[in-house]
């Protein structure tokens, strides 16, 4: 069965600066997808950022971007120039052949002004 | 609809009662998932639709739980006679085909259970 890890349960950044949250996966498959979900108090869990797992090529989206080790099974998210809106729960979100997601167990982040 | 919509968004329930969760997605999103949140927790699968056809449904974690989709729109996730292990936030999410693209999700329900 798939897993999906989130070994940092807090963290923290100043306005401005950048950080990154990590992420390791578990699986037998080779093609699948992995994406990092936002959820605000509101509940609302928002797309971040998605990769296909065949892409050697990292994804960005503005001020986020991926760095996905397929090898290692890491997919970390690194969040730059951080804004006081980015203080939310993240999740690390794994996608093999079923439709299904399987989420990590989330990263709350904290932004200092 | 612009976006996916729950209700109701809090649901307070005695221990026995039945519930009744429900999930508009948006127009058009053949599929849709429900997805339970324990506090602190990431959300775990409950059960899938594809249009009106209930694919998948290994996530339900007793015969309590049952979710229908009669029309192919808007679902409903019943609980039978809850227990105090249902309190959490229930979230629904669609998307046009598979969830290649991710998901859109709704606010959710937070069900506690007294």
């Known amino acids: 069965a798939q897993t999906v890890t989130q070994s940092q349960p807090e963290m923290s950044v100043q306005e401005a600066e950048t950080v990154t949250l990590s992420c390791t996966y578990d699986?037998?498959?080779?093609?699948?997808?992995l994406f990092w979900y936002k959820q605000p108090p509101s509940r609302q869990m928002i797309l971040v950022i998605r990769?296909?797992?065949?892409?050697?090529q990292n994804a960005t989206e503005n001020r986020f971007s991926v760095n996905f080790q397929k090898a290692a099974k890491s997919f970390s998210l690194k969040i730059s120039d951080s804004q006081l809106g980015d203080a939310a729960m993240y999740f690390c979100?794994?996608?093999?052949?079923?439709?299904?997601?399987?989420f990590g167990a989330g990263t709350r982040l904290a932004v200092h002004p | 609809g612009a976006g996916v919509s729950q209700s109701p968004r809090y649901k307070v329930a005695k221990r026995g009662q039945d519930v009744a969760l429900r999930c508009d997605p948006i127009?058009?999103?053949?599929?849709l998932f429900w997805y339970q949140q324990a506090l602190g927790q990431g959300p775990e699968f409950l059960t899938y639709?594809?249009?009106?056809?209930?694919?998948?449904k290994s996530g339900l974690p007793s015969d309590r739980f049952f979710a229908e989709r009669p029309e192919g729109s808007v679902s409903t996730l019943k609980i039978q006679r809850t227990q105090k292990e249902d309190s959490a936030v229930y979230l629904c999410?669609?998307?046009?085909?598979?969830?290649?693209?991710?998901?859109?999700f709704g606010s959710g329900t937070r069900l506690t259970v007294v």
């Open positions: 990769q296909e797992a065949y892409k050697q």
């Open positions: 639709f594809q249009n009106e056809a209930q694919l998948d």
């Open positions: 127009s058009g999103h053949v599929s």
């Open positions: 979100a794994y996608k093999g052949g079923y439709n299904k997601l399987i």
């Open positions: 999410a669609s998307s046009w085909g598979g969830a290649n693209y991710g998901y859109t």
């Open positions: 699986t037998s498959e080779s093609d699948y997808y």
